[in-house]
């Protein structure tokens, strides 16, 4: 069981450095693009889940009304985004990610993209489920622990 628990604080302490060096590539990769970091994860939202109002937008970044009026606004003037009225409610504006947009992220990701290929192809398909596992699970108890947070404000 020791040898267990070192390899689990081993993990334990590498995921912040690693959480943090992630965090300082976005932010490097916004001031590129002339945005912030929180409107990279914008980007992501959008190119995950599609078109989105703003208040959607706001939801699932964390961000309030005027905060994501001004990150939809520095994201048009980036080229990455387009404003398209809703087909169901005229009313309303989406929120959509344009291609050329998501082009320059992945072009900057490209490097890191590439290296993680070539990290990957030396774990077993075992393996690679079993890292699956864990991201989706970590993923799953940080949005949760997330959510946790908020409501106790």
């Known amino acids: 069981m020791t040898q267990r628990r070192d390899i689990e604080q ?13 965090s300082q ?17 914008c980007l992501h939202v959008l190119h995950q889940q599609g078109p989105a109002t703003a208040a959607e937008l706001a ?13 939809i606004d520095r994201l048009d003037a980036a080229g990455c985004i387009t404003r398209t009225d809703d087909p169901e409610d005229r009313r309303r504006v989406l929120i959509e990610a344009s291609s050329e947009g998501l082009a320059r992220i992945a ?25 699956l596992r864990f991201i989706e699970r970590s993923r799953i108890a940080a949005t949760e622990e997330l959510a946790r947070m908020r409501r106790a404000q």
Do not use: C, K
């Open 107 to 131: 072009a900057y990701y490209d490097g890191l993209t590439a290296r993680s290929h070539a990290d990957l192809a030396e774990f077993t398909l075992d393996e690679m489920r079993v890292l």
């Open 10 to 22: 081993q993990v334990m302490t590498a995921l912040p450095s690693w959480v943090n060096t992630i």
């Open 59 to 71: 939801r699932a970044v964390g961000l309030t009304p005027g905060s994501v009026s001004r990150m």
């Open 25 to 41: 590539l976005n932010r490097e990769i916004a001031d590129r693009m002339g945005v912030t970091a929180s409107d990279l994860d």
